[in-house]
């Protein structure tokens, strides 16, 4: 059972920046790919970003590649997402997912329970 939490979210103007973070229980963490998912309101919740347990697969949305970087400390089971220049279209609510394996797919293990993002224009 993998546990995760996260934290870093909030209310940012257009054009700044925000980082998540997601800590994961357990003593397997090297084991599973991470990734950040979100949900706007109204839309169904879509993939953001994912990051294989040594980068070696790391992937990211069109609409986030060369704003958002995913990195991981596997030293300290935290997953994060530094978001910049932040547009009124990332307002949702990012979950972290933990998928066993080298990818995140749309049906991960396990789900955070998500944090709010609000970007004001």
């Known amino acids: 059972q993998v546990q995760l939490v996260e934290s870093g979210g909030g209310l940012v103007q257009a054009g700044g920046s925000v980082r998540l973070s997601c800590v994961a229980s357990?003593?397997?963490?090297?084991?599973?790919?991470m990734g950040w998912f979100r949900q706007a309101p109204g839309k169904e919740r879509e993939f953001v970003a994912a990051?294989?347990?040594?980068?070696?697969?790391?992937n990211y949305a069109d609409s986030v590649k060369g704003r958002f970087t995913i990195s991981r400390d596997n030293t300290k089971n935290t997953v994060y997402l530094q978001m910049n220049s932040l547009k009124p279209e990332d307002t949702a609510v990012y979950y972290c997912?933990?998928?066993?394996?080298?990818?995140?797919?749309?049906?991960?293990?396990?789900w955070g329970p998500g944090t709010q993002v609000t970007v004001s224009s």
């Open positions: 997912a933990a998928e066993r394996g080298l990818v995140v797919t749309t049906t991960p293990d396990y």
């Open positions: 357990g003593r397997t963490f090297i084991a599973y790919a």
């Open positions: 990051r294989s347990w040594n980068g070696g697969n790391t």
